[in-house]
């Protein structure tokens, strides 16, 4: 399941540049109240794991208010890092605007490999799922992940699957080449 964190909340503040510490501090993901998700991607792609993928984690509406039990150990959750901002059009305190494009080039490869590495783990390959999708028509559903694009996703699994064919050719030249040394086995 893909989030975003809708953190930190800038108010009418404009947003920072993606190597701002203020965005990429995972500190704040790191305490039991703020550690709703498996896994955090700050916007340089670093990672902050609170949970490991093999425990039972809920974390959207569906899971809590429609399946509720029976839903532990269906998802795997991972937040991406996105600052919000206020629409001074909307009600006070809202967080309606996310920065366009909404997440980082280094955001889309860590996931590419968070979702790689569970696909492996799990045996098949997964199916990604966005938070606002899967809330979609539940009372306080979630709007997040805001302004994530599908097609820069992809992008970031065919450079995943490019680097690890490279890295497996490579491999196997190796290997070849010491089968024929003599007295390497």
């Known amino acids: ?6 953190w ?4 009418a503040q404009p947003f920072p540049i993606d190597t701002d510490s203020q965005v990429n501090d995972l500190g704040f993901y ?8 498996h896994v955090f991607v700050n916007r340089l792609g670093k990672t902050l794991t609170t949970h490991e993928f093999e ?6 509406k569906l899971e809590n208010k429609v399946i509720g039990l029976h839903s532990r150990g269906l998802f795997l959750h991972v937040e991406l890092v996105q600052p919000r901002r206020r629409d001074t059009n909307g009600p006070a305190g809202n967080d309606a605007l996310a920065p366009e ?9 860590t996931l590419a490999l968070l979702y790689m590495a569970a696909s492996v783990r799990a045996g098949f390959g997964l199916v990604p799922g966005l938070h606002a999708a899967i809330d979609d028509g539940l009372t306080g559903g979630h709007d997040d ?9 992809a992008a970031a699994l065919i450079r995943l699957q490019t680097r690890l064919s490279a890295l497996s050719t490579n491999l196997v030249s190796t290997d070849s080449a010491l ?3 003599p007295g390497v086995r």
Request: aromatic share 14%; hydrophobic share 40%; glycine share 2%.
């Open 1 to 6: 399941m893909i989030h975003d964190t809708s």
């Open 30 to 37: 790191a305490h039991a109240s703020t550690a709703m998700a």
């Open 145 to 153: 992940p805001q302004n994530f694009q599908l097609e820069e996703f």
């Open 179 to 181: 089968a024929k040394e």
């Open 55 to 60: 425990e039972p984690w809920r974390a959207t």
């Open 8 to 11: 930190p909340w800038l108010d």
């Open 101 to 109: 494009p909404g997440f980082t080039t280094a955001q889309y490869d």
